[in-house]
């Protein structure tokens, strides 16, 4: 109980420390889950949407990366953010940056294939009405993510909550720098590995309040998106 109330005058203090992490928590998500977005959603789209040859092996390596461990996609970046890797001259090593890709990674394949999902249901009246309306194979597929919107909505915001609570990959490229890249989720096993678990509780109060919004918000945009179609 009293690490509880200590982790509550914590948040309301508004300790330098924790509203750090926090900081950049929500901006390693947000540029991780907006490049995704704009990578996935129309790759999903293709996806959904074309037959191709090729298609279905396309497909099941969309699904094997969904489920890619964290850890794995973590040390891939790392090798190539590395000294000795081919990227290493950026020296993007224990950076937020260095985390936003191993970010991307990550959650790219999940945004596309639940994108996928989607579109798929959807995506023959949208063409049919496209191609009678002579659109291009561009705007058709634009055509069929605004028409999905308040579905896709869900899709991202699942993938900014992924973003939020990964651990694995951010430890491994991030290094859990202190003020520059440790993230709430690399604090709360730092932090209770050390025996100050007021601090690590205060923070697992607001990532899970954070996850609270986050669905909020998810479910007001999708209900205000449908009202607009």
Same mark, same amino acid.
């Given at each position: 109980?009293?690490?509880? +109330?200590? &982790?509550?005058?914590?948040?309301?203090?508004?300790? #330098?420390? %924790?509203?750090?992490?926090?900081?950049? #928590?929500?901006?390693?998500?947000?540029? /991780?889950?907006?490049? +995704?977005?704009?990578?996935?959603?129309?790759?999903? &789209?293709?996806?959904?949407?074309?037959?191709?040859p090729?298609?279905?092996?396309?497909?099941?390596?969309? +699904?094997?990366?969904?489920?890619?461990?964290p850890?794995?996609?973590?040390?891939l970046?790392? %090798?190539?953010?590395?000294? /000795?890797?081919?990227?290493?001259?950026?020296? %993007?090593?224990?950076t937020?940056?260095a985390?936003?890709?191993?970010?991307?990674?990550?959650?790219?394949?999940?945004?596309?294939?639940?994108?996928?999902?989607?579109?798929?249901?959807? &995506?023959?009246?949208?063409?049919?009405?496209?191609?009678?309306?002579?659109?291009?194979?561009v705007?058709?597929r634009?055509?069929?993510?605004?028409?999905?919107? +308040?579905?896709?909505?869900?899709?991202?915001?699942?993938?900014?909550?992924? /973003?939020?609570?990964?651990?694995?990959?951010?430890? %491994?490229?991030?290094?859990?720098?202190?003020?520059?890249?440790?993230?709430?989720?690399?604090?709360?096993?730092?932090?209770?590995?050390m025996?100050?678990?007021?601090?690590?509780?205060?923070?697992?109060?607001?990532l899970?309040?954070?996850?609270?919004?986050?669905?909020i918000f &998810?479910?007001?945009?999708?209900?205000?998106t449908?009202?607009?179609?």
């Amino acid at each position: 109980m009293h690490d509880f +109330s200590e &982790a509550l005058r914590l948040i309301f203090t508004g300790d #330098t420390e %924790l509203w750090g992490i926090i900081w950049v #928590t929500l901006r390693m998500s947000f540029f /991780s889950t907006v490049i +995704s977005s704009i990578i996935g959603l129309p790759l999903g &789209a293709i996806i959904g949407s074309c037959r191709f040859p090729g298609q279905r092996t396309l497909v099941q390596i969309t +699904s094997t990366l969904m489920s890619l461990p964290p850890v794995v996609a973590g040390l891939l970046v790392f %090798l190539l953010l590395s000294r /000795s890797g081919p990227l290493g001259q950026l020296k %993007l090593l224990y950076t937020v940056e260095a985390m936003v890709i191993a970010q991307v990674v990550l959650i790219t394949p999940i945004i596309a294939g639940m994108a996928a999902v989607v579109l798929e249901k959807q &995506a023959q009246p949208v063409l049919e009405t496209c191609a009678g309306l002579g659109m291009s194979f561009v705007r058709s597929r634009r055509m069929l993510l605004w028409d999905c919107r +308040s579905q896709l909505v869900s899709v991202v915001m699942a993938g900014l909550g992924r /973003s939020l609570a990964e651990v694995g990959a951010v430890q %491994l490229v991030g290094g859990n720098v202190q003020g520059k890249t440790r993230v709430m989720t690399t604090a709360i096993m730092l932090e209770t590995n050390m025996g100050r678990f007021d601090f690590a509780l205060a923070l697992g109060v607001i990532l899970l309040f954070l996850a609270f919004v986050i669905n909020i918000f &998810a479910r007001w945009l999708e209900r205000r998106t449908r009202r607009e179609i």
